[in-house]
């Protein structure tokens, strides 16, 4: 991902900020049952090539690498879909292919998030999302709208009319990425009360470049975070770290369910980076989660985590 890379982190403060205190007050809200949270942890496609003796068995064919995929993750943030909205055939395709724990979290198309009205002048793309996304049925995770970097503050009504039309049984997640949405306190809770309102979750965003969509704001049920990492740089790690004691803080109020989703340059080294968390909140949280087993290749080349 680019968006808030820097060409140096020498400078970057990564400590996470203090969430607002309507994030604890939608926690402390949650009618649920106490149970063990639900912690998904993946990264952003499978078409790696170069996983093919770490995170794939040697040998594996490209035809083969979702169903791999699968088995060492519980989840994708499915980009392939910002570009084109899947056939149900192609839906049912991956459904049948993923194990049951997996959860699919698809990027909606970018013909309606990066459209000035949201698509709705072109509703067809939106009935043909939904028609599409129903199919994942219970591997449904949580799909999510990108909205682009010009999208401001002043649109806030677009996004509810939006919301008027999008299927509410469709789980969602909006990232905000224009800066007026964290420059004013006003705009910023009318679209949160406002996705709150709509059972809408919002899409934190920790990445270098821009430390105010880090904004730890959550609005339901779901906390779904897209982690940018520096090439497995010591503060990966440390970040991390305090991501799991964010989380444990909020399990402890009441989170359920968490997406969370490593990203690094190229995507080479996300599993690594994925891997790493899933062992520190196996040790450190009591949650379902999983994570990938390295096969060791040929060339005796697998990376050190630590």
């Not at 970057?12 to 402390?28: A, G, S, Y």
């Not at 219970?138 to 299927?167: S, T, V």
């Not at 399990?251 to 990203?263: P, R």
Request: aromatic share 12%.
């Amino acid at each position: 991902m680019k968006f808030g890379k820097l060409p140096s982190i020498e400078n970057v403060d990564f400590t996470l900020p203090t969430p607002p205190k309507e994030t604890e007050q939608v926690l402390r809200s949650l009618q649920s049952t106490p149970q063990k949270p639900e912690v998904y942890i993946g990264c952003t496609g499978w078409s790696m090539k170069e996983w093919v003796g770490r995170v794939y068995p040697t040998g594996t064919k490209a035809a083969d690498y979702f169903k791999y995929y699968a088995t060492q993750f519980n989840t994708i943030e499915l980009n392939t879909t910002h570009y084109r909205i899947p056939t149900i055939s192609t839906v049912k395709k991956w459904v049948e292919t993923a194990t049951d724990d997996f959860r699919f979290c698809p990027k909606i198309f970018q013909r309606i998030s990066h459209s000035k009205d949201l698509g709705l002048s072109s509703t067809n793309n939106i009935i043909d999302t939904k028609e599409a996304y129903l199919h994942f049925e219970e591997k449904m995770g949580c799909c999510f709208m990108q909205l682009p970097p010009f999208f401001g503050a002043d649109r806030i009504g677009m996004i509810e009319r939006f919301l008027n039309k999008f299927p509410a049984e469709i789980p969602l997640a909006i990232e905000l990425r224009h800066e007026s949405w964290f420059e004013n306190r006003k705009e910023a809770n009318d679209i949160y009360q406002l996705f709150e309102s709509r059972k809408i979750a919002t899409v934190i965003t920790d990445v270098a470049g821009r430390r105010d969509i880090l904004h730890q704001r959550l609005t339901n049920d779901i906390c779904m975070v897209r982690f940018v990492g520096n090439g497995l740089h010591s503060t990966d790690y440390t970040r991390i770290d305090e991501w799991i004691q964010q989380l444990q803080q909020w399990f402890e109020m009441g989170l359920q369910k968490v997406y969370f989703f490593t990203h690094e340059p190229d995507n080479l080294l996300a599993p690594e980076l994925a891997l790493y968390m899933v062992e520190k909140m196996q040790e450190q949280c009591d949650v379902i989660t999983r994570g990938p087993t390295f096969y060791q290749d040929d060339s005796d080349s697998q990376i050190s985590l630590f």
